[in-house]
């Protein structure tokens, strides 16, 4: 052996990173299951068994290949190069860049040699030069120049179809009396019962650990899913946890599915006519902009940035949050049950309900992004710190997004099906039945008039506070809720 290839457990890709260059006659593979991802923190154990049972499925498939593959337990991830240089002698060890500044610092102090990160279709120089060439880093803009650069739906500089997005078509509502598509159910094999008994939980169905299960999603998706992706991005419904949402993000992070595979598939489905323009681009929108823009920016922004909290959020990490039995709002209640059974909820129910409510009662940012980073099973640090940060809780006083994503009960009644049947009214604000998120809307506005004096694009909603007749009341009411909310009782 020549050398040590080092896998870390989303990189598990055979064509991209280290792997692309791979000779079985010279090259160790090795990849660390370390106690400290298993054991750090109180992670979901869903989230621990797909990233374990994917390495270890990955290394299965390298040894079939005809690779020497090391998959060691060690109690961190040094350790575990340790373990091998012991073994096969002091080779040099290669890595494609890790995805978090943590690791990538650890492992360049371990003396560990990089080749770039091709896991993201935007290398990390190229972010850099755009985000500095820009006043503001708004997410449109980086995106529109992504479709030129990659020349997706575009003829020349111009977007296919004559608009850059499709925002009116893809913001509707649940549709009524709508049959959504079966769930694609995946059959746990041998490793992945094992790593479940290990976990001491059910292998689950609804999560695939293979580069095949992964293919099944994408095509199952592309087939069932994708016409009517757009259409339905938004909207909520206790009839379905996924709606036509693609459930690919666990495998495209950690390297089972390439970006640009995903794209290839959308974009030959598009072109063969069975996919309307506006569910393609939002679903495109989605991968290579927001995705790519993320990325990017975690690593323009650098590692100070998970640690910004410019609206001094104080609040412990409500109970709700660990235990959907301790909240009857059931918007609340459906979202954190989703988290609770499968690790995953979609955009919406992520943004405009779960990190909505943590914005509004004013949850450290740090403590909801660990809750966070811990319970889904698509999360890392590089796509999790500027999401929940930036976009979700505003704590970096508007580097990423120009307003708060904040709203009360009337956007999510509109948006989903949760309403009617609960117990609180959104279009109340005041009073017992007043539904919590509408109350704490108004609070957050007057609490934060000074913050928003100058931007323009709350001019409305302070209008909105202004006209208010019954301020001083809802005042009391949302006392009243954030201290119940601190119990756990509404
Ligand atoms: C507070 C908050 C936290 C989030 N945390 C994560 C996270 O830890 N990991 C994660 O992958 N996504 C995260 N997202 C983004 C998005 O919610 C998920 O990517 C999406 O819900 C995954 O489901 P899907 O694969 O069905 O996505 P689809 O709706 O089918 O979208 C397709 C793909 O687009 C990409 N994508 C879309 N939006 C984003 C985004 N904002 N950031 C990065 N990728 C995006 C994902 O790769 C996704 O698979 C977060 C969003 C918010 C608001």
Known sequence: MKRILYIPFDHLHRDYGVLKEASAATDLILLVESARMVTGRPWHPIRLYFLISSARHFAESLRAEGFTVEYLKAPTTIDGLETARAKYGELPIFSAEPSSTRQYNQLLDHGVQFIANDFFLTPRALFREWASSQKSYLME????????RLGILVDGREPRGGAWNFDKENRLPPPKNYTWPAYLEHSPDSIDHDVAAELDIAAPSTWATTREGALSQLAYFIEHHFPAFGPYEDAMTTENWALHHSLLSPYINNGLLHPSEVIDAALAAFESGRVPLPSCEGFIRQ????????????????????????????????PLFTDSTKTEMLCVKESVNGVEERAWVHHI??????????LLTGVNPQEFLDWMRENFIDA???????????????ADGGLMMTKPYISGGSYISKMSNYCKPCKYDSKLRTGENACPFTTLY???????QETFAANHRMKQQFFGLKRLSDLSELKVRATQVLQALDRGEI
């Open 442 to 448: 108004w609070d957050f506005l007057d609490r934060h």
């Open 287 to 318: 991968v290579i902009g927001w995705r790519e823009y993320v990325n990017g920016m975690y690593w323009f922004l650098g590692e100070d940035y998970r640690t910004e909290n410019q609206l001094g959020a104080t609040r412990k990490l409500l």
């Open 349 to 358: 129910p992520r943004l405009m309900v779960l990190s909505n409510l943590a």
């Open 380 to 394: 890392s640090e590089w796509v999790m710190v500027p999401n929940v940060i930036g976009m979700g809780m505003h």
């Open 141 to 148: 803009n980086f995106y529109r120049g992504q479709r030129i």
